[in-house]
T-cell receptor, first 113, second 113 residues
Framework: NAGVTQTPKFRILKIGQSMTLQCTQD?????MYWYRQDPGMGLKLIYY???????DKGEVPNGYNVSRSTTEDFPLRLELAAPSQTSVYFC????????????FGEGSWLTVV | QKEVEQDPGPLSVPEGAIVSLNCTYS??????FMWYRQYSRKGPELLMY????GNKEDGRFTAQVDKSSKYISLFIRDSQPSDSATYLC?????????????FGQGTELSVKP
């Protein structure tokens, strides 16, 4: 198992550009999450999904969109990138009833200039 | 008011000291409480998981939950330099069935040799 895979690991965007952060898990987990972590801060939930075709907003959804067309993939889309979206993004997944271990990806470092 | 509050520190202790890390929360529906450790430029890793009130011990780590006071703690005995990291508390209302997992800000801990 590769676990939770995020791409890209590093990216620099210009203000107003759009991009998609990819997240894939091969553990057949039903729940997936996107978090952002600003320097010296905890993780803030952007969006989460309880299964294919179902997504819901977290604490800080503005400026982002997600989709969950398959169990494996949970891409995060940034439209019209802004400097405030400069952050580290973590994707995570969990299989409910499995002991509640949440698996995190390695993170994606995004800078908007 | 934030749902989860955590003192960001930084906290610096000598090797061998007992470390106490704490979080308070406002949502009385939270039932699942976790502590994560995060090393620099890495994703969080689960340290301790507790359901409802009570204590849980794992080696040098003890997690306590006091739901009446909406207060959770993590104690680290005989702290080691390798314990130097950021510690994040996290909690959820229905995590065992999926759902939002909310993190605290994180406390940066430094254990000096």
């Amino acid at each position: 198992n590769a676990g939770v895979t995020q791409t890209p690991k590093f990216r620099i965007l210009k203000i107003g550009q759009s991009m998609t952060l990819q997240c894939t898990q091969d553990m057949n987990h039903n729940y997936m999450y996107w978090y952002r972590q600003d320097p010296g801060m905890g993780l803030k939930l952007i969006y989460y999904s309880v299964g294919a075709g179902i997504t819901d907003k977290g604490e800080v959804p503005n400026g982002y969109n997600v989709s969950r067309s398959t169990t494996e993939d949970f891409p995060l889309r940034l439209e019209l990138a802004a400097p405030s979206q400069t952050s580290v993004y973590f994707c995570a997944s969990i299989k409910t009833g499995s002991g509640n271990t949440i698996y995190f990806g390695e993170g994606s470092w995004l800078t908007v200039v | 008011q934030k749902e989860v509050e955590q003192d960001p520190g930084p906290l610096s202790v000598p090797e061998g000291a007992i470390v106490s890390l704490n979080c308070t929360y406002s949502n009385s529906a939270f039932q699942y409480f976790m502590w994560y450790r995060q090393y620099s430029r890495k994703g969080p890793e689960l340290l301790m998981y507790t359901y409802s009130s009570g204590n849980k011990e794992d080696g040098r780590f003890t997690a306590q939950v006091d739901k009446s006071s909406k207060y959770i703690s993590l104690f680290i005995r005989d702290s080691q330099p390798s314990d130097s990291a950021t510690y994040l508390c996290a909690m959820s209302a229905i995590f065992n069935q999926g759902g939002k997992l909310i993190f605290g800000q994180g406390t940066e801990l430094s254990v000096k040799p």
